[in-house]
């Protein structure tokens, strides 16, 4: 019976034991909180908490978290530079792309032209001998008969033809007394004139035209030699 209880002591001794630990360490943090001091373990490193590696031995820890933002820093920037050289080159090429699109264009559009004309001066080449016939044809009617409803009817047509051509671009080549011009004069022989200079056009035998100041038919001409 004496030993049941002293082991019962025993128990009660080291219950308060425990407790009296127990609120000594509750004391501690609870002093630690009011002086705004921090416990063990929650001292850690910044850099280490920031960055999740550990400050080398012996370096201080502000200076080490510095050095570390200044490299993630300049790794941003480094990066921010690739991306403004990269935006660079791409508007580089957009704007290289335009141009070339527009020279293109141009060059589209030329040709697109020239295709015009060339088939426009084909289809003028086939009407200038109709209209050389009108010509011949109205030179030939007597004088008396140049007031004939039907010669007056051929006058009208041929005017029109020519009003129409003029409209187009289509305009006669001046030739008679005119200075010879191998760019639009063809010379087909000489002639002796004493009252014209040497050189020049002393009589067109066919009517030569041009087209939008290219030639579409020169002028056959007779020169004062």
């Known amino acids: 019976m004496a030993d049941q209880e002293k082991e019962i002591l025993e128990e009660e001794?080291?219950?308060?034991?425990v407790t009296a630990e127990q609120s000594e360490e509750a004391a501690d943090a609870?002093?630690?909180?009011?002086?705004?001091?921090?416990?063990?373990?929650?001292?850690?490193?910044?850099?280490?908490e920031e960055l999740g590696e550990e400050t080398p031995e012996g370096e201080d820890p502000k200076t080490w978290a510095e050095k570390r933002a200044a490299k993630k820093q300049a790794k941003q920037d480094k990066k921010a530079d690739a991306a403004k050289e990269k935006i660079a080159e791409l508007e580089d090429r957009v704007k290289r792309q335009l141009?070339?699109?527009?020279?293109?264009?141009?060059?589209?559009?030329?040709?697109?032209?020239?295709?015009?004309?060339?088939?426009?001066?084909?289809?003028?080449?086939?009407?200038?001998?109709?209209?050389?016939?009108?010509?011949?044809?109205?030179?030939?009617?007597?004088?008396d008969q140049q007031g004939d409803a039907f010669v007056d009817g051929m006058n009208k047509i041929y005017k029109q033809m020519m009003t129409e051509l003029e409209n187009i671009g289509v305009k006669p080549i001046q030739a008679v007394g005119c200075e010879f011009d191998p760019n639009l004069h063809n010379a087909v022989m000489q002639v002796e004139d004493e009252e014209l200079e040497?050189?020049?056009?002393?009589q067109e035998l066919q009517k030569g035209y041009t087209y939008r100041d290219s030639v579409v038919r020169h002028s056959m001409v007779s020169v004062v030699s």
């Not at 001794?13 to 034991?17: D, P």
């Not at 909180?33 to 850099?47: S, V």
């Not at 020239?114 to 009617?141: C, H, Q, W, Y």
């Open 13 to 17: 001794n080291v219950e308060e034991q």
């Open 30 to 48: 609870s002093g630690a909180e009011r002086t705004g001091e921090e416990t063990p373990q929650q001292d850690e490193n910044p850099a280490t």
């Open 99 to 143: 141009a070339e699109f527009e020279n293109f264009r141009n060059r589209t559009e030329k040709e697109k032209q020239a295709m015009f004309e060339t088939g426009a001066k084909s289809v003028i080449e086939k009407i200038l001998p109709v209209i050389d016939n009108f010509e011949r044809g109205l030179a030939t009617v007597p004088e």
């Open 198 to 202: 040497s050189g020049t056009v002393a």
